[in-house]
């Protein structure tokens, strides 16, 4: 019923910055959470940063102060802005929301941080 597509992955220098994506379709109205995760080979999924349809958001400790978490209500469309990335923050960055209490997930897009 909802489809996450992210983009913005890519490969970029410690100390850089990227800005991820994701798109949600298959709905018109608002979905109440959306939310990065992460996963670096090997590991399990961590969440990264989460932010609700009024703004409420949230950070993991990792991230705090270098991630910034915002999104577009009417084009059910999350961002995270990365900067100061480190290569721990090397992982594929997943895409999450939660529609009608029902759990998506977007693919996956790579980031890559180069020491």
């Known amino acids: 019923q909802v489809q996450l597509v992210e983009s913005g992955g890519g490969l970029v220098q410690a100390g850089g910055s990227l800005r991820l994506s994701c798109a949600a379709s298959g709905t018109i109205f608002s979905i109440y959470i959306m939310a990065w995760y992460r996963q670096a080979p090997g590991k399990q999924r961590e969440f990264a940063a989460t932010?609700?349809?009024?703004?409420?958001?949230n950070y993991a400790d990792s991230v705090k102060g270098r991630f910034t978490i915002s999104r577009d209500n009417a084009k059910n469309t999350v961002y995270l802005q990365m900067n100061s990335l480190k290569p721990e923050d090397t992982a594929v960055y997943y895409c999450?929301?939660?529609?009608?209490?029902?759990?998506?997930w977007g693919r996956g897009t790579q980031v890559t941080v180069s020491s």
């Open positions: 999450y929301a939660n529609y009608e209490r029902t759990d998506y």
């Open positions: 932010i609700t349809s009024t703004g409420r958001i």
